[in-house]
């Protein structure tokens, strides 16, 4: 537990500066909303944690992917816009639904992993970071090595992470049309 407490005083320091600028309505630069997450949860993968009494090893750096931060901010709208907070859409879509309709497939890809972080009312990024790594299925979908791309977005406080792990095909191999298909919340 305390390599896990000092892991998140590292993290709330090295956000403390941003944390003063997010918690001016989060009237940030798209570059320094990316940067703050990636660098975040960057160092907190680079070293691992323990998410509740399960010690994750560290795992390589996760990137920004634009198609996952798209389908997160209109999770993000419909929530706030339909006051309600669940990974399923009002209008009954999961969350692969929503990233199929963005682009976010496995067409090309021989394994597909996703999975999401939600959250609503924390007024920095500091905040809800910090909230999803006390949080054990938070911190397990921040630290699985299978994602290997994030996008992440807020709308009016309300906050989506969708998490994408995709491996290409190799050229000449063909898979029969089965994937390996794994969805994590």
């Known amino acids: 537990m305390d390599m896990?407490?000092?892991?998140?005083?590292?993290?709330?320091?090295?956000?403390?500066f941003s944390a003063a600028v997010a918690q001016?309505?989060?009237?940030l630069s798209d570059k320094d909303f990316k940067d703050q997450f990636l660098v975040a949860i960057n160092t907190v993968r680079a070293k691992g944690c323990n998410c509740g009494t399960t010690y994750m090893r560290?795992?390589?750096?996760?990137?920004?992917?634009?198609?996952?931060a798209d389908a997160a901010e209109e999770h993000a709208r419909d929530m706030a816009k339909h006051e309600y907070?669940?990974?399923?859409?009002?209008?009954?879509?999961?969350?692969?639904?929503?990233?199929?309709?963005v682009g976010y497939n496995y067409t090309g890809f021989q394994s597909y992993t996703i999975g999401e972080n939600i959250a609503a009312g924390q007024r920095s990024i500091?905040?809800?970071?910090?909230?999803?790594?006390?949080?054990v299925g938070h911190c397990k979908n921040l630290m699985?090595?299978?994602?290997?791309?994030?996008?992440v977005a807020e709308y009016k406080y309300y906050w989506v992470q969708d998490f994408g792990g995709r491996i290409p095909q190799e050229k000449g191999k063909h898979y029969?049309?089965?994937?390996v298909i794994k969805e994590s919340k």
């Open 4 to 16: 896990k407490n000092n892991i998140l005083s590292a993290l709330f320091v090295l956000l403390s």
């Open 85 to 101: 907070f669940s990974h399923t859409s009002t209008d009954g879509r999961s969350l692969q639904d929503r990233l199929f309709a």
């Open 58 to 68: 560290p795992a390589a750096p996760i990137t920004w992917n634009d198609i996952l």
């Open 176 to 179: 029969n049309g089965k994937w």
């Open 24 to 27: 001016k309505s989060l009237h």
């Open 126 to 135: 500091t905040e809800v970071i910090t909230g999803w790594f006390k949080s």
């Open 144 to 151: 699985n090595p299978g994602f290997k791309e994030i996008g």
